[in-house]
């Protein structure tokens, strides 16, 4: 009886991360999430009180998916900085491609105005590990000298957690308006490179990549309308704010 109500809860939630995937809160009905499921509404209720509480567990369940490869990042105890700055975009892209349903919930809850996840401490503590540890390679890295010291530990959480999650959240309206094709896995392939560049920058003379941080300068286009960066961070002498620009916009 007991495996049989876990694995009726485990219906719901499926059919719910669908429903709301594709509906977002408002749009979402319970009496569509109960026929996927394959049970009757007044199960949904039983087991998860409300419309609201289902939609919190929703985004609960798509952060842990997250967590869970965050935590075997945070395992893996990177002795190179950039190495885990690699990595994080490397497992990030991997796992949006994996789980479109996250995009389109995320996407709805800033739609939303984020008053699910305002309403829910446990929301910022599933992010908390992998926010420190980023904060804690970053200060690694400037006290290796690897990082320069105006390196700021909040620009790079918001760029690595930001970077891939726009890539999939414009999947749609790009090829439209740039004549680009985002689900071959070549340019996919590409763009990721494209992004890791922005937070690296290879050097002939130094045999490798190298961590670069920068930030948009105010006025972010040069004459030919192309962005602009200033370097704050930067592990080699030999990169510079216009061939990150010229990398980054490609």
């Not at 949904?44 to 609960?60: D, H």
């Not at 446990?122 to 390196?151: H, Y």
């Not at 680009?180 to 392939?189: A, G, M, N, S, Y």
Request: with cysteine; glycine share 6%; charged share 25%.
């Amino acid at each position: 009886m007991e495996r049989n109500a876990e694995r009726t809860k485990g219906n719901i939630l499926a059919a719910a991360v669908r429903e709301f995937a594709q509906n977002g809160f408002s749009g979402a009905r319970v009496d569509c999430i109960a026929d996927a499921a394959g049970c009757n509404k007044g199960m949904i209720y039983q087991y998860y009180g409300s419309k609201e509480k289902l939609y919190e567990n929703v985004i609960a369940y798509e952060y842990k998916l997250l967590s869970s490869i965050e935590a075997e990042l945070i395992s893996r105890q990177f002795t190179d900085p950039a190495e885990l700055i690699d990595a994080i975009v490397d497992r990030y892209f991997d796992f949006l491609i994996r789980n479109p349903e996250f995009v389109k919930i995320i996407m709805w809850e800033n739609l939303n105005e984020a008053k699910a996840v305002k309403s829910n401490e446990s929301f910022a503590a599933v992010k908390a590990p992998i926010i420190d540890c980023i904060r804690q390679t970053v200060r690694r890295g400037r006290e290796a000298g690897v990082f320069n010291e105006a390196a700021n530990s909040k620009v790079v959480v918001f760029a690595l957690i930001t970077g891939a999650f726009s890539y999939f959240s414009n999947r749609y309206t790009l090829p439209c308006l740039l004549n680009i094709d985002l689900e071959r896995q070549d340019f996919l392939t590409a763009h990721n490179e494209r992004y890791v560049t922005l937070s690296t920058c290879t050097s002939e003379s130094t045999n490798g990549r190298h961590l670069l941080i920068g930030r948009i300068l105010e006025n972010n286009a040069d004459e030919k309308g192309e962005p602009q960066y200033e370097t704050i961070g930067d592990r080699t002498a030999g990169c510079d704010s216009r061939k990150l620009s010229s990398e980054a916009g490609t």
